[in-house]
């Protein structure tokens, strides 16, 4: 049996490009495989369980220590008790490093963001600003209130919530610096994320410039570029008609997607249309960001769509805008819209030019850049481009390849 492990599925909710992903894959491989995915269930029953025809749950309670956060022996429990012959793991997140302790099969490891080398997952500091990379001592400032995290700490952050004092009191534990005991256990996080690099037979990843950067910032070996497919099937967005252009932002209304800069950018140019989707998640850096930005779109933001409501979002716009200040890895938004030709502008952070030559980037973080840029495109007029197959039958006969690949290193 074929496992994949990812942090979420859409079976417990969770809609994120990762998760859909994991899933469409399973669902594609279990026309010639056995293939299952094991997700984690944050607060749910402990033990192993069964979701639907091929998804297991692990119960993980809450985190009370930081260890929690990144060391979950129940799940690494739950993977041997499964006995897969192979593992394709996609994300660690409250699945726990030690996920693989003790199992011996092949190992095939798809990178889609920063979160084996970074607890915050994007290579963003506290400060939102972009960060080299991992390094004891500064990791330990830019997280210094998660290390903290002690059993009973819930019940003084739940009554900061309460007094509204939270960010200031995650301030203050921030200022005063992580401890000695602190920085052991962010090292030990550091050494269990090098020893599923160097245990992985064979490393994937969807754009060169994630896995140029993990190379640089890891002990693993080459890493393979692996394109990815769409997770379900879109048609063409309907011919656009006379208007406004209609520019789409898709995405967490979160500090690191850059989703200010369009806002800014929008507010001065006439000629253009603003659509919104996407959820707003409390961002410790700036938790308040996501409720900044409702305010400020007023009617322009939808709220969150679900996956019947994508084609006709498509078919609604004839511009995806992805503004991000972070090193974007490939975003699945990206592709959905190539395939159903819209035309996309992105900052030029990360590895969404790569996915199509057409794209337009300005300069991460310079609204002028993006300014210019929706000007050239509103004069431009509305219109699209022709629209791309990101084909899942090919991906598949890919990933065999890579899954042979692998199976040959484990034998050596």
């Not at 995650?170 to 000695?180: D, N, T």
Request: net charge neutral; glycine share 10%.
């Amino acid at each position: 049996m074929r496992l994949h492990l990812a942090h979420g599925s859409p079976a417990l909710g969770d809609r994120g490009g990762t998760e859909l992903y994991a899933d469409a894959l399973v669902r594609a491989q279990r026309q010639t495989q056995d293939v299952q995915l094991l997700v984690p269930d944050r607060g749910g029953p402990t033990g192993l369980r069964r979701v639907d025809a091929h998804t297991w749950a692990v119960g993980v309670k809450p985190a009370t220590r930081f260890r929690d956060t990144w060391s979950r022996p129940e799940v690494a429990s739950a993977v041997a008790q499964l006995a897969p012959e192979l593992i394709h793991a996609h994300h660690f997140a409250h699945l726990g490093l030690d996920a693989l302790a003790g199992v011996d099969c092949p190992i095939v490891l798809s990178l889609h963001d920063y979160h084996l080398l970074c607890v915050r997952g994007q290579l963003m500091d506290r400060r939102i600003e972009p960060c080299s990379g991992p390094q004891l001592e500064k990791c330990g400032a830019c997280v210094a209130e998660h290390l903290t995290l002690r059993p009973g700490m819930g019940i003084l952050g739940r009554m900061s919530r309460r007094l509204g004092v939270h960010t200031l009191a995650k301030g203050l534990v921030a200022k005063a610096g992580p401890s000695a005991g602190g920085l052991v256990e962010l090292e030990a996080r550091m050494e269990a994320a090098e020893r599923i690099l160097v245990r992985a037979h064979l490393c994937l990843s969807p754009s060169r410039d994630l896995a140029q950067r993990i190379g640089k910032l890891s002990p693993t070996e080459a890493i393979e570029v692996l394109d990815l497919p769409l997770v379900a099937p879109l048609q063409p967005a309907l011919p656009p008609g006379e208007g406004a252009l209609r520019i789409l932002y898709v995405g967490a209304l979160i500090p690191s997607k850059g989703l200010h800069l369009l806002i800014e950018a929008a507010d001065v140019l006439p000629g253009l249309e603003l659509k919104v989707w996407g959820p707003a998640p409390v961002y410790d850096a700036d938790p308040d960001y996501g409720q900044r930005c409702i305010q400020a779109l007023g009617e322009r933001y939808g709220g969150v769509f679900d996956a019947g409501q994508r084609q006709e979002i498509l078919d609604l716009s004839d511009l995806l805008v992805v503004p991000s200040i972070w090193e974007e890895n490939s975003p699945l938004v990206v592709r959905e819209a190539l395939a159903a030709g819209l035309r996309v502008v992105a900052s030029d952070r990360g590895g969404i030019a790569e996915i199509d030559s057409r794209i337009r980037c300005f300069e991460s973080g310079n609204v002028h850049g993006l300014v210019d840029l929706l000007r050239a495109e509103i004069a431009q007029g509305r219109g699209r481009w022709t629209p791309r197959d990101f084909s899942m039958d090919r991906h598949l006969e890919a990933l065999e390849q890579s899954y042979e690949r692998a199976r040959a290193a484990w034998l050596r």
